[in-house]
């Protein structure tokens, strides 16, 4: 049974910075392409980022340029550095892997970007 864990969510003003971490167990993170996903009240949840199994990075659009996903194998821990946060980026940031079945989802972390 995989176990996801995301933490590093809070509360931020528009500008600043939060860094997201899952922690994997259950499954070696090496094996796996890996993506952080969010969904806004209201809205459907969206891939944001993702890394494969070699180190290719992918962002959405709406992402690019302000936001870094990263894995860790040793310590099975997937990252999400997030700078010059907007109101727009406001969810719940979730992870998991990407390109195969999902495994069960974690309860997330909620980011707020707000003055």
């Known amino acids: 049974q995989v176990q996801l864990v995301e933490s590093g969510g809070g509360l931020v003003q528009p500008g600043g910075s939060l860094r997201l971490s899952c922690a994997v167990s259950?499954?070696?993170?090496?094996?796996?392409?890996m993506a952080w996903y969010r969904q806004a009240p209201g809205k459907a949840r969206e891939l944001v980022a993702r890394i494969t199994s070699g180190g290719t990075t992918n962002y959405a659009d709406s992402v690019k340029g302000r936001f870094t996903i990263s894995r860790d194998n040793a310590k099975n821990t997937l990252v999400l550095q997030m700078n010059s946060l907007k109101p727009e980026d406001t969810a719940v940031y979730y992870c998991n892997r990407e390109g195969r079945r999902p495994w069960d989802w974690g309860q997330g972390t909620q980011v707020t970007v707000s003055s």
């Open positions: 259950g499954s070696p993170l090496s094996f796996n392409d």
